[in-house]
């Protein structure tokens, strides 16, 4: 049988070394400052990607509700030979059920480019004949929500 060798304070190396008594369990403070420090650093690194995936769907969604409204724009100049007054033209007749939201502002509000009187199909009333989205922000890309 082996001779453990006992220090000063008769704790075997291997208890001296790892500061633990033979049958102690647990966790050491270090072991667990050591453990909370990882979980926040990969927390830390995660939140951005998260941010950016909520960002990169909410673009999607805009890019979708724009493709809409101006399809829209267009299939109402077209049937009724004159362009929209107002978004809510195109609700009142038919062509949508409700005005899309804009995801980056979370209302139904749009800016609204009105024709010139020269690029009206009916030049007595030159209506909508573009949407922008009112948000203040830039996109992933670097232009402005405002811009597509």
Known sequence: MAHRIR???G???REFLTGR??????FTLVELMVVISIVVILITMA???YNNTIRRSKE??????LFTLRTVIDNYTYDKQKA?????DLVSDGYLRAV??????NTNQWKTIMEDASQSVNQSEPGIFDVRST??????DGTPYSEW
């Open 60 to 65: 999607t969604v805009l890019k979708q509700n």
């Open 47 to 49: 939140i951005p990607i």
């Open 100 to 105: 899309p939201m804009d995801p980056m502002t």
């Open 11 to 13: 704790l075997s190396r």
């Open 21 to 26: 008594r033979a049958g102690a369990r647990g």
């Open 7 to 9: 220090n000063s304070k």
């Open 135 to 140: 948000s203040d922000k830039m996109g992933l």
């Open 84 to 88: 929209p007054q107002t978004l809510q």
